[in-house]
């Protein structure tokens, strides 16, 4: 598994420390000394390596958001309530005193909730929350307009171009996320990444006679390898492992993020539109994702029998912890 972070020079050692807990995972770096890198340096990443997930900050994901894929599983590394608690802790252990002082980057809301846990004076704190648009002069202006009115021994930042602004006028905190907020949100990625890469079963069923579209016999030989050279020239199932299963049914093996792939997130199966156009039948799907090969056989077999039950070509997706999705491509049909 391969996950890629996208990192300031300044954060690559915290991110490293925080990647040592993860085992059977390669990591691709990406390291920018200026937000103006960001973007060429995530789509050279995009481009040069076949990524599995990708881990990185606020800044980094609001300067390079349009150029990730749909598909790829994607962690926004936050400033938590605890690295601001931390940061307030270090300037006490500094001898300065909690208020007042300037914030910007985290949310008004853990702001709040720190503050008030830890008993200070609201009206004491200027806050100012992330925004990709602000630039870097806006907000060394908004806390040298704060010093300048309380007198405030030091300042708190997530910005490493702010620090770097006013590290010589001021007593500067850089509160940048601690290994543990980093190494929540890794761990959480690579579970994501790795739950996509779990296999599923797909089994594409031939309508039987009596079929409300025009009917195929059972043992319909020809609609079967029709069916299947339809799936095999189908992008989405490139990599699908094919094979006949009876008469009149495809069953096909893949990880489960090409069935997302291939049905749009679980909303739609193009495929079935084209069996019916091309071949003239109808075809139902069902999709199994199961803790075993044979589990995920029999949820599919089971979703293809209910996708039997609707009308047109459909398709349902049932799993071992209970989550069932269709009628999958029923137009204007609700998806439970």
């Not at 008993?119 to 648009?133: C, E, K, N, V, W």
């Amino acid at each position: 598994m391969v996950i890629g972070l996208v990192v300031h020079a300044v954060h690559r050692q915290r991110f490293a420390d925080a990647a040592l807990t993860v085992d059977g995972v390669e990591l691709v770096w990406a390291v920018y000394q200026h937000d103006e890198e960001i973007r060429e340096l995530v789509g050279g990443l995009l481009r040069d390596t076949r990524l599995d997930g990708l881990l990185l900050g606020l800044l980094p994901y609001a300067h390079s958001r349009d150029l990730l894929p749909p598909a790829l599983p994607v962690a926004v590394v936050r400033s938590a309530a605890l690295d601001l608690a931390l940061a307030w802790a270090k300037a006490g252990g500094n001898g300065w005193p909690a208020t007042p002082v300037s914030i910007d980057t985290f949310d008004q809301e853990i702001v709040d909730e720190v503050a008030d846990a830890l008993g200070l004076d609201r009206s004491a704190i200027a806050a100012m929350p992330f925004d990709p648009a602000r630039p870097i002069d806006e907000i060394v202006a908004f806390h040298r307009r704060w010093l300048a009115k309380t007198g405030a021994s030091y300042l708190i930042t997530g910005r490493t171009a702010v620090a770097a602004a006013l590290g010589r006028e001021t007593n500067v905190l850089h509160a940048a996320s601690t290994p543990e907020t980093i190494r929540a949100g890794l761990h959480e990625l690579v579970l994501r990444a790795r739950e996509r890469q779990r296999f599923a079963t797909g089994l594409f069923v031939l309508g039987p006679p009596g079929s409300s579209e025009v009917p195929v016999a059972i043992g319909s030989d020809r609609a079967r390898v029709g069916l299947q050279h339809l799936l095999l020239h189908t992008p989405e199932f490139a990599d699908a492992w094919i094979d006949q299963r009876g008469h009149r049914a495809l069953l096909a093996f893949a990880p489960a993020s090409l069935f997302e792939a291939a049905t749009r997130q679980w909303i739609g199966l193009p495929v079935l539109a084209e069996a019916r156009d091309q071949l003239g039948v109808r075809v139902v799907a069902g999709f199994g994702i199961g803790a075993s090969a044979r589990q995920s056989v029999e949820l599919a077999e089971q979703a293809a029998a209910r996708a039997e039950q609707e009308q047109g070509s459909v398709a349902y997706l049932f799993t071992d912890d209970g989550v069932t999705i269709g009628p999958i491509g029923a137009a204007g049909a609700p998806r439970r």
